[in-house]
């Protein structure tokens, strides 16, 4: 669902002749996947509020070890 929207989104604004060169989403595996071997034109770069949560949880489950 989440690729299909991307997918859907940035073909509208190609359409639209808006040219995209930075994108900035989550690390959903897929999306990464596409945006590597699909679009590589469009640099990939990952929300920070999303890379914080992901380190908040590592080193909550190392602390409880």
Known sequence: ???EGLKRALSNLFNNGIDVSDLVTD???QVR??????M???????D???MAKGIKKKLI???KK
């Open 1 to 3: 669902m989440e690729l």
């Open 40 to 46: 590589g034109r469009v640099r990939h770069w990952f």
């Open 48 to 50: 920070a509020w999303h």
């Open 33 to 38: 996947k596409f945006l590597r071997e699909e």
């Open 61 to 63: 489950a190392l602390g």
């Open 27 to 29: 690390r959903h595996v």
